[in-house]
């Protein structure tokens, strides 16, 4: 059975998930309307993964017997002034949700909570590569401010983002 503390904590992060997938699905169009596909292309498969981390723990909760409780998800931002804005936010909200789960992980711990512990390896792993392929892409547009060739070629590569 799974810990009350646990199961609370456990569906607020798949609140967290979901909004995630949200925010980057507002970005996605936000590239869209921006006419750079290839931008648009990976914020779509980012937020396909983010709905599939909240299924993760979605099916972890029920597995444990426990019951999901699914939360309100605020609109995401519609927004922004530059492709460089997008991936300054991205990187912070990864570094945000990376916090996230290390709070999970410590409270798991503290509870004495070991499959709960098992799981959430899995997304601490998750997080460095998803914190490291935002800071990559950020690292990128600011090299290329003010080249915009140099941002169509970005554009063009992060295009070739398949799920995976």
Partial sequence: MLNGKIENAINAQIKHELASAYLYLSMSAYFEANNLPG?????RVQAEEEQEHAMKFFDFINDRGGRVALQAIEQPQVEWDSPLKVFEQVYSHEQKVTSLIHAIYKLAVE?????????LHWFINEQVEEEKNASAI???????????????MVDHRLGKRSED
Wanted: glycine share 4%; aromatic share 14%.
């Fill in 111 to 119: 509870e004495a909570d070991y499959p709960t512990q098992v799981m």
């Fill in 39 to 43: 931008f648009a292309s990976w914020m």
């Fill in 138 to 152: 950020l690292d990128q547009l600011k090299a290329t401010e003010g080249h915009a060739s140099s941002l169509f």
